[in-house]
């Protein structure tokens, strides 16, 4: 299975991953924020913080493809852990404005880019190389599944069937790829190339994506940890 993604689709994902958490984070407080997620030994502040400090992070890559000047997404990977616990400790409201405010800033620096500045090679944080124009599907990645994650009432269900394609064929790209996915009567399996003893796993796309991505655990299916 396979589909092409274009740099409005990404943009387009991105703004509703966005909506998605802030709408599920908008009555949270801070009992709800200290609810556990679905990764290990992360709260729903967590996730708030990671979000925010992702979207800032993601600015710098953004200024580093407007100006020329090399701006690593953190400064290293303890300042971006430390950041993650500085916002975690934040008051309710003032970690949801963060999430908002966030995105607002790197939503408006993306306007600003050129088509030649969306050309420019960029660093991520795990060292690839790669134009600024992958940064909008980092992005929508980054949200859309932490949306799922703050469990308050958004599902894999709730995403739009090609983000979930670009999801899972990513995934399988990192986790697996001896697999490859393949469309059978309006559902997607998931099937071992070559010799492995590995079983297939068929599956309706929202479902094989929260498998894929360690959310949700498929019987009979190899066990996978949280990827993201």
Known sequence: MSSTRTLADARGW???????FLEAAAPFGPAEYAVPSPLPGWTRAHLAAHLAANADALGNLVHWAATGEPTPMYASPEERLAGIERGRTLPAAEL???VRESAQRLAAA?????PEQWQTPVVTAQGRTVPATELPWMRAREACVHAVDLAGGV???DLPAAFLVQLCEDVLAKRAPAFALRTLDGSVRWDP???TEEPAVEAG??????YLTGRQQIAAAPALGPWL
């Not at 991105?14 to 998605?20: H, K, N, Q, R």
């Not at 993306?110 to 050129?114: C, E, H, P, W």
Request: cysteine-free; proline content about 4%; hydrophobic content about 60%.
């Open 96 to 98: 949801t404005a963060w």
């Open 155 to 157: 599902t894999f269900a």
């Open 14 to 20: 991105a703004a509703l991953g966005t909506e998605l």
């Open 205 to 210: 796309l929202p479902l094989l994506a929260a």
């Open 110 to 114: 993306t306007d600003a880019l050129t």
């Open 193 to 195: 190339l070559g010799e």
